[in-house]
């Protein structure tokens, strides 16, 4: 319990009549989204709240890991696999029935489709039964199937969503005729983002001039973010101001070979690097002056666009999803269309060359994630809606 004691006294601990008994699960294995964040981040949290806490995940999956490191306890031996495959999936649902039984949880939150899928059958209309909350942590539609119906209208109790807009789509879809729907913004440790002034020895260690804007981007190398058209645009910005600028490209994914022949065909050569996957995000982030998010599909908030935001970073974001609903246009940055390339560069150009309302943005940013969303607001959100579908 040491680590999980380490937590903001913004967030004190229950009587032990308020205590719940919460199952997280998720499917994902090596990958480190924004799912398996979350996940780790409520289940640290409302640990250090008090709340008897207990994670389903695969075995070796980075969650699982993650949460031995806390001393956050976790059943690693789910499967949790798409498509049928009817040995994994008996296993999953013998190992469920016993977790069920042995942990007794006052309220199942699951995260993916195949949790979402096991226990909502094995708990649907049975009296006694945990209620089954899912939490969407993406924009995709849900297509209309009468499964996808059954699924969220009869066997599952609530469904959380990562912001507004996202919240108003599900509700125009007859899969959610008469559902309840919740927002809760995810939220970051702020402490792991403090200012401790390693900008200039990070730049240096990276080879950055003094005089050189550093634009970046911190997310994974897929479609949906939206990467070409910020290297559209930011091979127009370099002219603008004489090749004065760096785009650090931080993350890793399938798009990462497509994405290297597109920086070539622009000529963006050693004005653009790609850094993979890192794990020391924190203190990277400290030697960028502009950040950039231009997504297209599928988030419906941005764990990446708040990490920027708290170490005073400007950020150029699309006005896609929830991201309007964090970055505020104007005032912490800028938003754009999405997959809008021009827009893109005009707004780098203005930031670029400013300093003092990169500045201004900078502070701006830091504020609103602060005021909203760090993992406390987040957890304390959560808290808050099971409470309520448990009616306490």
């Not at 059958?121 to 942590?137: D, E, K, Q, S």
Request: charged share 25%; hydrophobic share 40%; aromatic share 6%.
């Amino acid at each position: 319990m040491g680590i999980l004691m380490q937590f903001t006294d913004a967030f004190q601990r229950l009587p032990e009549k308020e205590k719940m008994r919460i199952l997280f699960t998720n499917m994902h294995r090596l990958t480190w989204g924004g799912q398996p964040r979350c996940v780790l981040t409520l289940a640290r949290c409302l640990s250090g709240r008090g709340h008897d806490v207990l994670v389903g995940c695969p075995e070796g999956s980075t969650l699982a890991l993650d949460c031995h490191r806390l001393g956050i306890r976790a059943e690693d031996h789910f499967n949790f696999v798409s498509g049928l495959r009817p040995g994994a999936i008996a296993s999953d649902v013998s190992l469920a029935r016993k977790t069920l039984a042995g942990f007794h949880p006052d309220i199942i939150q699951v995260n993916s489709s195949p949790d979402h899928w096991l226990f909502s059958m094995l708990t649907a209309r049975r009296n006694g039964a945990a209620p089954v909350c899912r939490l969407r942590h993406s924009s995709y539609p849900v297509r209309r199937t009468l499964a996808n119906r059954f699924l969220n209208r009869y066997a599952t109790g609530h469904t959380i969503v990562h912001s507004e807009v996202v919240r108003d789509s599900l509700r125009e879809n007859p899969v959610f005729r008469d559902c309840p729907i919740d927002v809760a913004h995810n939220g970051i440790d702020a402490s792991k983002f403090a200012s401790d002034g390693q900008g200039p020895e990070v730049r240096q260690e990276l080879g950055i001039k003094a005089d050189e804007v550093v634009v970046g981007i911190v997310a994974r190398l897929v479609k949906d973010k939206g990467h070409e058209f910020l290297f559209q645009a930011f091979s127009k910005l370099l002219p603008a101001v004489d090749n004065k600028a760096l785009l650090l490209v931080v993350g890793e994914g399938k798009e990462r070979a497509a994405l290297e022949e597109l920086a070539g065909s622009l000529s963006l050569g050693d004005r653009a690097r790609f850094l993979g996957f890192r794990q020391d995000v924190p203190r990277l982030l400290s030697a960028i002056d502009v950040g950039v998010l231009p997504s297209i599909s599928c988030d419906s908030t941005s764990l990446s666009l708040k990490e920027m935001m708290v170490v005073e970073i400007p950020v150029v974001f699309s006005d896609f999803g929830g991201l309007s609903e964090v970055g505020l246009d104007g005032v912490t940055g800028f938003s754009v269309p999405p997959g809008a390339a021009d827009a893109i560069f005009e707004k780098l150009k203005v930031l670029c060359a400013d300093a003092d309302l990169r500045r201004r943005q900078g502070e701006a940013a830091r504020r609103r994630v602060l005021e909203n969303f760090t993992d406390v607001h987040f957890a304390e959100a959560m808290e808050g809606i099971f409470n309520k579908i448990l009616d306490r």
